[in-house]
């Protein structure tokens, strides 16, 4: 599965972006897809994951109730909808693949290339 993220940019605090991941290559409704994000010097944490049918969401408890995830399996693409967008959530935010439940980056079978966002105060 190839990974192509994009979406990511400038916003002030409280605004709002989305991230959009398009897939190419094998199936990409059998795949879990999720999403990470990496700040300057800290390790890659998980941020949000949706099962392949849809059923299942998980987020870290940072942005529940602010991002939420989503896919179009139709369109091979998963979304993150990012609201009320603070300072601390400025990172590279990477889309991930995996045939398992993604909810630690150890369980991703494939990586997108990343995409910048910054949140300024």
């Known amino acids: 599965v190839q990974l192509q993220a994009s979406g990511g940019g400038l916003v002030q605090s409280g605004g709002s972006l989305r991230l959009s991941c398009a897939a190419s290559g094998r199936t990409f409704s059998a795949y879990n897809m999720g999403w990470f994000r990496q700040a300057p010097g800290k390790d890659r944490e998980f941020v949000a994951s949706i099962s392949w049918n849809k059923i299942d969401t998980y987020y870290v408890d940072t942005v529940k109730g602010r991002f939420t995830i989503s896919r179009d399996n139709a369109k091979n693409t998963v979304y993150l909808q990012m609201n009320s967008l603070k300072p601390d959530d400025t990172a590279v935010y990477y889309c991930?693949?995996?045939?398992?439940?993604?909810?630690?980056?150890?369980?991703?079978?494939?990586w997108g290339q990343g995409t910048q966002v910054t949140v300024s105060s």
């Open positions: 991930a693949a995996s045939s398992q439940i993604l909810l630690r980056a150890a369980e991703t079978d494939y």
